[in-house]
T-cell receptor, first 115, second 112 residues
Framework: DQQVKQNSPSLSVQEGRISILNCDYT??????FLWYKKYPAEGPTFLIS?????DKNEDGRFTVFLNKSAKHLSLHIVPSQPGDSAVYFC??????????????FGKGTKLSVKP | DGGITQSPKYLFRKEGQNVTLSCEQN?????MYWYRQDPGQGLRLIYY???????QKGDIAEGYSVSREKKESFPLTVTSAQKNPTAFYLC???????????FGQGTRLTVV
């Protein structure tokens, strides 16, 4: 049973517009969330994260929003650029910095930004 | 230049042969991980290690083995017992367990 779900396998957006990638989770004990970006045949790169005590974290064009009551987080990319085309993975930690469990990854959403 | 190095990038093996994938990090991280990526499956955890000389099975450890004799190194052996070894394998490390993981470039293993 998936604890971290990315229900949209793919998303297509026009260059300059906003990209919104969504992620849902089932375990209310998750205390830290991360987004990774992955190009084909490469390893994922860490993008941005958010602690469960916050509801928003911003880094340049990337903003992550966390809605704990809905067990939902989203990644906003504004403005979207063709170089943002990649697979984005959402991940959750059950015990940030602790020895119990490990990061749990969603299946990813493939973003295509069209010029 | 700090980072995680996986080698080789592409690897071909005959069915029934064991093969070892290399992973080295110079980030001074305590924790290291091996993941497998298959199309539409996301990242699945094979093995992880919190500290030198210790490692634990992940979600899909069957048919794999690891060692952690040095902090910098966490090699993964894909044994002949692994039913579907063809996949993209990713090594990662983090300062300690359950923190931001940093990934290597991956090894594409093809078993023919």
């Amino acid at each position: 049973d998936q604890q971290v779900k990315q229900n949209s396998p793919s998303l297509s957006v026009q260059e300059g517009r906003i990209s919104i990638l969504n992620c849902d989770y089932t375990n209310s004990m998750f205390d830290y969330f991360l987004w990774y970006k992955k190009y084909p045949a490469e390893g994922p790169t860490f993008l941005i994260s958010i602690s469960s005590i916050k509801d928003k974290n911003e880094d340049g064009r990337f903003t992550v929003f966390l809605n704990k009551s809905a067990k939902h987080l989203s990644l906003h990319i504004v403005p979207s650029q063709p170089g943002d085309s990649a697979v984005y993975f959402c991940a959750a930690s059950p015990n940030y910095g602790g020895s119990q469990g490990n990061l749990i990854f969603g299946k990813g959403t493939k973003l295509s930004v069209k010029p | 230049d700090g980072g995680i190095t996986q080698s080789p990038k592409y690897l071909f093996r005959k069915e029934g042969q064991n093969v070892t994938l290399s992973c080295e990090q110079n980030l001074n991280h305590d924790a290291m991980y091996w993941y497998r990526q298959d199309p539409g499956q996301g990242l699945r955890l094979i093995y992880y290690s919190q500290i030198v000389n210790d490692f634990q099975k992940g979600d899909i450890a069957e048919g794999y083995s690891v060692s952690r004799e040095k902090k910098e190194s966490f090699p993964l052996t894909v044994t002949s017992a692994q039913k579907n070894p063809t996949a993209f394998y990713l090594c990662a490390s983090s300062i300690v367990q359950n923190t931001e993981a940093f990934f290597g470039q991956g090894t594409r293993l093809t078993v023919v």
